[in-house]
């Protein structure tokens, strides 16, 4: 049967783009999205990448006969080229059958247009930036996604290096219980301990209410220390006001920190509720129930994802990230029904965070692979 690309830019395009994992992935541990947000997400006139010029895409889909098989996106983030002096083009989104033809077909297809715009290397996957949803997954295959973790099937690894495309990096992702509390090495409740008497530092929880004076905090502590990380874009004041929208659907007072020393920030942690538990029974619409269970999203989740936790590069020393991870626990101890969760993703070359979460008595149970292509 005869093979086509071609690019998916009406609203019928769109829905099937957003349609096929549905289809694929049904009676996986695949958690559908939210169809309406996909659509703002991927609309050139509402999705946050596009704004201001950020970015550009196109969206590809492969038909046989008519039948959508597969789907990849091919994008150019100029706030990652700019900052990094870099041409360097993305792919994102991919899904397909397990079908050799068309995953080449589809991975080539974006070789191409970002080719033809200048671009010397493709990285993916990654919707559409490394903060989203990133890498192929090589490991976890039977555990459920987090909020903003992919899943896919164990042929995705496949297809995806038999159309010539190398490994670029590894994410992974700890699973960490509250039961571990007993087994994390004693070394970091001494450097907790130590946080307020020794270096004046405290924590202290965002507010709802000021919570975009809050994100400015965040977006500086993490501009400062994740700036040598893999994919690292400095949060714009124009991407905070989007996380700041987004964050007020999922916010809960008790998992969103600042570490402050006198009036300085030095520190934060960002642990989201994984609201994936209540997409799961929405299975992608609001109507006719999926309102009521996202209303009830407190009675629904039991885990969280640590997505960010990072501690500016001068304070360090000071223990204040062992700090926050006693926290963690202890705010979990407390908690009706959260007992445990995920960190990350953690780069594998992170050696300091590892070793982290390794103290911690962590596990690693994901594993998302990130690759390239030279152009």
């Given at each position: 049967?005869?093979l ?27 958690v559908p ?14 999705g946050q990448?596009?704004q201001?010029g ?7 889909l492969?038909?046989r006969?008519g039948?959508v098989?597969?789907r990849i996106?091919?994008?150019v983030?100029?706030?990652?080229n ?13 899904e ?6 068309a995953a ?12 033809a715009r ?15 949803e990133?890498?192929i ?6 555990l459920r996604?987090?909020i903003?973790q ?5 042929y995705?690894?496949r ?9 670029e990096?590894?994410?992974?992702t ?7 509390r ?10 907790a ?6 270096h ?25 220390a ?16 989007a ?6 659907l ?7 920190m ?9 520190a934060?942690?960002?642990?989201i509720p994984?609201?994936n538990?209540?997409l ?9 129930l999926?309102?009521?269970y996202?209303l009830r999203?407190?009675s ?9 936790l ?13 700090a ?17 969760g ?8 992170n ?25």
């Amino acid at each position: 049967m005869a093979l086509e690309v071609r690019p998916a830019r009406t609203y019928r395009d769109r829905r099937a783009f957003i349609d096929l994992p549905f289809r694929l992935h049904a009676g996986t541990p695949w958690v559908p999205p939210l169809i309406l947000e996909r659509l703002i997400f991927l609309s050139p006139r509402f999705g946050q990448f596009f704004q201001g010029g950020r970015g550009t895409a196109e969206l590809f889909l492969a038909e046989r006969d008519g039948r959508v098989v597969g789907r990849i996106s091919a994008h150019v983030d100029h706030a990652y080229n700019r900052h990094h002096d870099a041409r360097w083009g993305w792919f994102g989104f991919f899904e397909c059958e397990d079908d050799q033809e068309a995953a080449g077909a589809l991975l080539d297809a974006a070789r191409g247009w970002l080719r033809a715009r200048g671009m010397e290397r493709m990285v993916g996957p990654a919707d559409f930036t490394m903060n989203d949803e990133s890498g192929i997954v090589v490991e976890g295959f039977d555990l459920r996604p987090m909020i903003r973790q992919p899943w896919h099937p164990p042929y995705y690894q496949r297809l995806v290096e038999a159309a010539g495309l190398e490994k670029e990096v590894d994410l992974l992702t700890w699973s960490l219980e509250i039961t571990d509390r007993e087994k994390m090495l004693p070394v970091l409740f001494e450097l907790a301990d130590q946080v307020g008497p020794k270096h004046g530092i405290t924590i202290r929880r965002m507010s709802r209410l000021h919570l975009r004076r809050d994100l400015d905090a965040f977006a500086e502590i993490y501009n400062r220390a994740w700036r040598r990380n893999f994919g690292f874009v400095p949060y714009s004041d124009e991407d905070v006001d989007a996380y700041a929208a987004e964050l007020q659907l999922v916010y809960d007072r008790d998992w969103f920190m600042l570490a402050v020393h006198g009036d300085e920030h030095v520190a934060m942690a960002i642990t989201i509720p994984d609201v994936n538990q209540v997409l799961n029974r929405m299975q992608g619409r609001l109507l006719p129930l999926g309102w009521w269970y996202f209303l009830r999203k407190r009675s629904i989740i039991d885990r969280v994802r640590v997505g960010f936790l990072g501690v500016k590069p001068e304070y360090q020393h000071t223990g204040v990230a062992a700090a926050l991870y006693v926290e963690h626990f202890e705010t979990s101890a407390r908690h009706e029904r959260i007992k445990g969760g995920e960190m990350g993703w953690i780069l594998e070359t992170n050696k300091a965070m590892n070793r982290g979460m390794e103290a911690m008595n962590g596990r690693v149970v994901k594993r998302y692979r990130v690759y390239r292509s030279d152009l």
